[in-house]
């Protein structure tokens, strides 16, 4: 499964995608609306972890471009803020399948993708990995 992590703390970024390369996921990661796009064009996603506030460009930008670009792929909003806490993300983006603390706990965020990206299963890599199933 493809994921595209868009987040511009650079070290964050880093982190998620290390924990889910470890799963199996084949993650590309872009730290502004300018890099996320440039991937979607050359490349693909099934799913995309999108920071909500970005320092540079629109994350609801990305979403929107997601929609048009790879209309299948799900965007799984994360933030440390309390924008858009009231669900009305959903209204803003309809490719958005979730909404997530920055601070969620990796095994957490591995499990939203891997369920919002179609229920790949990478039991195998787990194993691999010395991950617990």
Avoid at 7 to 34: M, N, P
Wanted: contains cysteine.
């Amino acid at each position: 499964m493809k994921v595209l992590i868009v987040e511009s703390d650079e070290e964050l970024g880093t982190i998620w995608a290390r924990h889910l390369k470890r799963y199996g996921f084949e993650v590309t990661l872009a730290c502004d609306q300018a890099g996320a796009i440039d991937a979607l064009r050359h490349g693909e996603a099934d799913v995309i972890v999108l920071n909500l506030i970005l320092r540079e460009g629109s994350s609801l930008a990305v979403a929107d471009f997601a929609s048009y670009r790879h209309p299948d792929a799900r965007v799984i909003f994360v933030t440390d803020t309390t924008f858009f806490s009231d669900g009305s993300i959903f209204s803003f983006a309809p490719n958005a399948c979730a909404y997530l603390r920055t601070q969620t706990p990796l095994d957490d965020l591995a499990a939203m993708v891997e369920h919002y990206g179609g229920g790949f299963a990478p039991s195998a890599t787990h194993e691999a990995a010395g991950l617990p199933h």
